[in-house]
Structure formats: structure tokens, C-alpha cells
């Protein structure tokens, strides 16, 4: 079974500043998608940004870039010039295809991030 | 409505008491996702339907737990006999290929 492991709890950075998120992740899959998403107070699930395992490229979303590491099983997100708006919970998730092309989403515990003014 | 949209938004019930929640998926998405959030932690995957496929029931937690999906859109996901740990948001994802749509939630909490 897949497994993702967040390893910060919390984060708390100025604005405008860059913040770094880690997120590793287990699976014996080659073909697979990763996920970062933001969950603000609202509660509403947003997605920030996706890599799909078999491009080598980084994802990059504006402010929001990954470094994907397959080897490492690592993928962080990085939020450059961060703003007051970034505050929220962060989730890494994993996703393996399943049939028509469907997502089955295994989450990480989360990383709540605050931003600073 | 463009989102997927859950309802109620919060319930408040009694221990043992029996509870639905629904959502409404985005219209057109063949593929509905329940999740469970507690409190400070990340999401469980529940129940999984995709079309007129068997659902994959794998992550209900007891069969306390069920849930449908009537033509193949609206989905309600019943509790019954609630417990205290059973307290959480329940969110409901629908999909195309390639991202999950989630909805706003349900706050359970079960006194």
C-alpha cells in the first residue's frame, strides 16, 4: 500500500519570504501522479499544483514550484514571495490510476503553514 | 452550482443516532470519492464509485458505514449508531481524469 509521510506539523515564515514544504511518499508503482493541496479555513480542498511521475520536468504553478526527486521517493513544494493568502493547511497526496483514468488519492497528515505579515 | 456541494454543512447528534450526508457532484463527473478528516490530521479515504462499477468499499471503517450513489450522481453516505470517534468532516471529492473536486464538507460531531 502506498504511503505519504509529512514530516512538519507546522511551519511559520515572514511574508515575502520562500518556505519550503517536504513530503516523501512509498510506492512500488512506476506510472503515478502527486499532488500538493492547500486547505484553507474554509475547509474547502484546493488544488495547488501536480506532477505526473513519468515527466522529469518540475511542475511550476506562479509562486508554486516542486522539486520531484523519484528516486527519493521526495516531493517538496517550494512557495516563493509568500502572502498572507498562503496561510492554510498544505497536503501532499499520491495518486495511482485506476481504471478510466480515475484518481485514488492517498493524503499525508498535513503541514499547517502560517504566514507572518 | 459549478462545485460539488455537500450538505448539511455542520450536524450536530447524539450518540447512536443514525446520520445522512449528501453531496452533489459536479455534473457530468463519473467518479465520487468520500474522504473523512478528524481533527488535526490528514484525509481518509471512505468509499469510492466510478460509473456503474462495483464501488470500492475498502476504507469504511465498520459496517456502521455505508454509502450509494443513486443514477450515477447524488451520493449519501449514512452513519448509523454513531460513536464519539466517528466526529469529523466528511468530504466528498467527484472527478474527471487527472483532479479531484472536493466539496466544502461535513462537520459531524456526535455528543
Known amino acids: 500500500a502506498q504511503t505519504v509521510t509529512q514530516s512538519q506539523p507546522e511551519m511559520s515564515v515572514q511574508e515575502a519570504e520562500t518556505v519550503t514544504l517536504s513530503c516523501t511518499y512509498d510506492t512500488s508503482e512506476s506510472n503515478y501522479y502527486l499532488f500538493w493541496y492547500k486547505q484553507p479555513p474554509s475547509r474547502q480542498m484546493i488544488l495547488v499544483i501536480r506532477q505526473e511521475a513519468y515527466k522529469q520536468q518540475n511542475a511550476t504553478e506562479n509562486r508554486f514550484s516542486v522539486n520531484f526527486q523519484k528516486a527519493a521517493k521526495s516531493f517538496s513544494l517550494k512557495i516563493s514571495d509568500s502572502q498572507l493568502g498562503d496561510t492554510a493547511m498544505y497536503f501532499c497526496?499520491?495518486?495511482?490510476?485506476?481504471?478510466?483514468?480515475?484518481?485514488?488519492?492517498?493524503f499525508g497528515q498535513g503541514t499547517r503553514l502560517t504566514i507572518n505579515p | 452550482g459549478a462545485g460539488v456541494s455537500q450538505s448539511p454543512s455542520n450536524k450536530v447528534t447524539e450518540k447512536g443516532k443514525d446520520v445522512e450526508l449528501r453531496c452533489d457532484p459536479i455534473s457530468g463527473h463519473t467518479a465520487l470519492y468520500w474522504y473523512r478528516q478528524s481533527l488535526g490530521q490528514g484525509l481518509e479515504f471512505l468509499i469510492y464509485?466510478?460509473?456503474?462499477?462495483?464501488?470500492?468499499k475498502s476504507g469504511l471503517p465498520s459496517d456502521r458505514f455505508s454509502a450509494e450513489r443513486t443514477g450515477g450522481s447524488v451520493s449519501t453516505l449514512t452513519i448509523q449508531r454513531t460513536q464519539q470517534e466517528d466526529s469529523a468532516v466528511y468530504l466528498c471529492?467527484?472527478?474527471?481524469?487527472?483532479?479531484?473536486?472536493f466539496g466544502e464538507g461535513s462537520r459531524l460531531t456526535v455528543l
Open positions: 497526496a499520491f495518486g495511482n490510476r485506476l481504471s478510466q483514468g480515475a484518481q485514488k488519492l492517498v
Open positions: 464509485f466510478q460509473g456503474n462499477s462495483a464501488p470500492d
Open positions: 471529492a467527484s472527478t474527471p481524469p487527472g483532479e479531484l473536486f
